[in-house]
């Protein structure tokens, strides 16, 4: 009797082995946040730094470098101009923002999958830029379009993430003039989550408008925002042609961009918390309401990337609470705009996915769900101060987010989650293993990692006592095995296929 007993919990124990290891293509919905935001700053701090900020823009200025078209239509919005100084009026770059809209949808070729940004939402993308990868088995090095393709398809089997992003690494074997082609093509094909443009050169955002117009159809994209490209402004307060000429694309397509002051404390912006948030704040307003001008109604996000650096070497340094703080106060500022926020990601600048990278990881990802952030921008694969797109790291970092979404959802306090049943079924002195309150809810009461070990020592030592990164390893061999390419119709990858063949043909290799 014992021994039908066991195999039947041993049939059982099977079956749900069986089911833990079956493939699964879930992807959770974006994060809607049911927790406060945390606040650093006094409302007294707010209008200070808000008064400051405005009388930068107006005693200062910012500069538009080599873009009549920006400097005309400041000088038409009744700013000041002196050469490429634009000097803003206080109150006009507020005035200019209000039209901006306080959240939006992008929308996914799968619409299950589309995002709303803005408003409690957290959205997750991942890393962003970095000329060099890495991986156990061949260190740091280049990346390469292999490399690209095969963080895509991470992305997308990666339950926890909402978003494909955009360059989740620079694939070097490609023309510089040509790359943008292929990476939009892999996010297209290879992934249905929604995802970025190019914002390298103008052409190249047209290029991004135009095969979104090949994917979901050219009305529906005037109409519907389907990208959330990045737009940064080359702190201190100065707006380059190239990126200001993507943001004239995007605007006046109706695509979303997230306007970016870039920080480093001590090199780009002032050393104190107060006078960074004031700088930010500053270019953030002239950013968001040049793109206003463009088009009333544009979509866009203000955003805040955040790091100082180490007095000794003057490389950046990431999970500090210097940066805590400034990513908790611009995110106050941000929502007294009345705008979508962005911020944060899995930051660090250790060399390898080791104790100082989870460390550095932890504060930052926690720090911007707590700051109120609505897009996080390299939410996971980040290393080595954003130079490495690392593939351990990425579904380290990518399972960790799990974290994220159950924090989010605060305390439930119905019927269920009191569990008074459960209390008096269990009385004083017994265990709740078996009661029916867990019998009904140990599937979905605790977050569980499918990346770290929790086995017991004589297990984890018998199974080669791995450390987190070898596991990592083994999770990017099988989620990369597992992979399915979502189904698209033949006639749009045909499309897509012909107008990239074309867009290459037309001029020669460029790799500066």
């Not at 297209?188 to 914002?199: H, N, R």
């Amino acid at each position: 009797m014992a021994e039908r007993a066991r195999r039947g919990r041993g049939g059982g124990g099977a079956a749900r082995r069986a089911e833990r290891s079956a493939i699964s293509f879930e992807t959770a919905r974006f994060i809607e946040r049911n927790i406060p935001n945390f606040e650093v700053l006094t409302a007294e701090a707010l209008e200070v730094i808000e008064h400051n900020a405005e009388t930068i823009l107006e005693e200062v200025g910012v500069n538009f470098l080599s873009n009549p078209t920006a400097l005309e239509l400041w000088r038409n919005a009744g700013a000041d101009l002196d050469g490429e100084r634009v000097r803003i009026p206080r109150g006009l770059a507020r005035k200019l923002c209000a039209t901006a809209p306080s959240q939006y949808t992008q929308h996914a070729r799968n619409p299950e999958r589309n995002v709303v940004v803005g408003g409690k939402n957290l959205v997750l993308a991942p890393v962003y830029g970095p000329p060099f990868v890495r991986d156990v088995a061949g260190g740091r090095r280049y990346a390469t379009m292999e490399d690209f393709n095969k963080f895509v398809k991470l992305g997308y089997m990666s339950k926890w993430l909402h978003h494909s992003g955009g360059t989740v690494c620079e694939p070097t074997d490609i023309a510089v003039n040509k790359r943008h082609l292929d990476m939009l093509y892999a996010h297209m094909t290879l992934s249905d989550k929604p995802f970025m443009g190019s914002v390298t050169e103008p052409s190249r955002a047209q290029d991004s408008v135009d095969m979104c117009g090949l994917l979901f159809g050219e009305d529906f994209v005037q109409q519907n925002t389907v990208m959330t490209s990045l737009i940064n402004i080359n702190s201190p307060m100065t707006f380059d042609d190239v990126m200001m000429g993507a943001l004239e694309v995007y605007a006046k397509n109706n695509q979303a961009c997230i306007i970016s002051p870039f920080i480093v404390g001590g090199a780009m912006a002032p050393v104190s918390v107060a006078g960074t948030l004031t700088q930010v704040l500053a270019e953030a307003l002239a950013g968001v309401a040049y793109s206003q001008l463009l088009r009333p109604g544009a979509p866009v996000i203000m955003g805040a990337f955040v790091t100082s650096i180490d007095m000794n070497s003057g490389a950046p340094t990431f999970g500090t609470p210097e940066a805590a703080h400034i990513t908790y106060g611009a995110g106050q500022l941000a929502r007294r705009l009345n705008l979508p926020y962005r911020s944060a990601g899995s930051f660090c600048g250790s060399k390898l996915p080791d104790a100082q990278a989870a460390y550095e990881t932890a504060n930052s990802l926690n720090m911007g769900l707590l700051a109120g952030v609505n897009f996080m921008l390299h939410a996971c694969g980040w290393l080595e101060g954003g130079l490495v797109s690392s593939f351990e790291k990425f579904v380290m970092d990518a399972d960790q987010l799990g974290t994220l979404h159950h924090i989010a959802r605060g305390v439930e306090i119905d019927d269920n989650a009191q569990a008074m049943d459960a209390i008096r079924e269990v009385g004083p002195g017994g265990h709740y293993l078996g009661c029916a309150h867990t019998q009904a809810n140990f599937k979905t009461a605790f977050w569980k990692s499918d990346l770290l070990d929790y086995k017991p020592f004589e297990t984890w030592e018998d199974e080669g006592a791995r450390d987190t990164q070898t596991l990592a390893a083994l999770r990017v061999e099988k989620m990369l095995a597992d992979y399915q390419q979502p189904a698209l119709d033949p006639a749009i990858r045909e499309s897509l296929d012909a107008y990239v063949a074309q867009k290459k043909a037309a001029e020669p290799d460029s790799f500066m």
